[in-house]
């Protein structure tokens, strides 16, 4: 059935856009047998038109409502049910997730601390005794021997003569260390002996930290 | 909460839309508001199923099952994006579609000799006049005369002319209703009026020559 041939269908029915419902009637004007099929089609739609709708019979109508309202009532418990299964599904996925995170967290932190000693199977040890507090942070070393931090994380250094430490720079300088490098620092700095030339000396002073 | 016929609707339901109605059933349970879709639905529902199988007990049956359907489904199958009398009328129609499948199923089964009956298999046919007497004297003169010239259309042109004419669905639903293209829906719509023509102009005749 080509779509030209169903066009009468869609006029009788006005589903056709305008623009299409004008090129039509342009064609009814011009064919004449198109004219008479559409004529026949609209009496026996006429006569579709009237058939009137046929009612259910009275106790149909209440007993569909009746077993309907009775079948959803039953559906109910089951659908609660339903409910609490998935709630009790979600809490348990919740759980058991996060008790996962949290194991491969720790599995982490054992994993990076263990990779730390792989690649260093020989590890010199520089824990200065008369550095208080710094047990605190060196790191009991042996060759292969599992690495523990007491308290913080301690990212390992190496020092001029090429030795690993393993413990913070900044806290191992102890007061009496940072007062000599503080007094040595000074006694760098020359007095000013010509103030007409203090812009330019000051243009070239740099101040830079002291060895340790 | 059984609901009996004096239960009142109020004003304010009979002016919602479809879709308001339907919120409400679903996420309240207002049975009020079921009562009112089907009062707005019912008769469309169900002529369209009578028109389909021209036999009150099963249509009953049809039409039972149909709403049933709709209630115990509503909550998982309906979305609210769609037209909720579109989706009832879905259900309505497969389940008339399969019913006419079971019958000729059973028809093409027995359909060889009868021994018992010493009838053949068109010999065991229905009358024509396939509408039941007590149904016509329930329809008037007009709509049990159409009813019957549209029952003696193939299955696939009934469904588009009762869905048209008593659903007022567009074709391109009816389409997608039916799983056609929108150009088969209107080529099954043509081919109906025009055997639906032939069967008139020959019920004419016979009066001519009755007179």
Do not use: C
Not at chain 2, 15 to 23: F, G, P, S
Not at chain 2, 84 to 113: E, L, P
Not at chain 2, 117 to 139: A, C, N, V
């Amino acid at each position: 059935m080509s779509k030209k041939e169903n066009q009468s269908i869609t006029y009788i029915y006005d589903e056709m856009d305008p623009s299409e419902k004008l090129e039509f009637e342009r064609d009814l004007e011009n064919d004449n047998n198109l004219l008479i099929e559409v004529e026949t089609f609209r009496k026996i739609s006429e006569r579709l038109f009237e058939l009137k709708a046929v009612q259910p019979p009275e106790e149909l109508y209440e007993a569909v409502l009746n077993k309907a309202f009775m079948m959803r009532q039953k559906q109910k418990p089951y659908q609660s049910g339903r409910y609490m299964f998935a709630a009790a599904a979600l809490v348990i996925i919740g759980l058991t997730s996060g008790l996962f995170l949290m194991n491969s967290n720790e599995a982490g932190t054992e994993n990076e601390t263990g990779s730390a000693m792989l690649g260093t199977p020989e590890i010199v040890v520089n824990s200065p005794v008369a550095v208080p507090g710094l047990m605190d942070y060196a790191t009991t070393v042996s060759s292969g021997a599992p690495l523990h931090t007491e308290t913080s994380r301690i990212e390992p250094w190496v020092d001029e003569n090429d030795v690993i430490n393993f413990y913070d720079r900044f806290r191992t300088t102890n007061n009496a260390s940072l007062d000599s490098m503080f007094h040595h620092s000074f006694q760098k700095l020359t007095p000013v002996t010509d103030p007409s030339q203090s812009i330019s000396i000051q243009r070239h002073l740099h101040l830079t930290g002291g060895r340790r | 909460m059984r609901l009996t016929n004096n239960d009142h609707i109020p004003q304010n339901y009979e002016k919602m839309e479809d879709r308001e109605l339907v919120h409400l059933f679903r996420k309240k349970d207002d049975q009020l508001a079921f009562r009112e879709l089907m009062n707005r639905h019912q008769a469309k529902v169900y002529s369209y199923i009578f028109s389909m199988i021209q036999n009150r007990e099963i249509a009953n049956d049809i039409f039972q099952e149909t709403f049933t359907k709709v209630i115990t489904k509503m909550d998982d199958t309906y979305n609210e994006q769609g037209k909720w009398i579109a989706w009832v009328m879905r259900i309505a129609h497969n389940a008339t579609i399969d019913h006419i499948r079971k019958q000729k199923r059973f028809v093409d089964v027995t359909s060889s000799y009868d021994d018992e009956s010493k009838t053949d298999f068109y010999e065991r046919l229905p009358d024509e006049d396939s509408i039941g007497q007590h149904e016509k004297l329930e329809l008037d003169e007009s709509t049990s005369s159409l009813l019957k010239h549209i029952g003696n259309l193939p299955e696939e042109q009934r469904t588009v002319v009762m869905l048209r004419h008593y659903y007022e669905m567009p074709f391109k639903e009816i389409a997608e209703l039916t799983n056609v293209s929108i150009n088969t829906a209107l080529g099954r719509m043509r081919y109906a009026l025009i055997n639906l023509r032939k069967m008139f102009d020959e019920e004419h005749e016979k009066e001519q020559s009755n007179l």
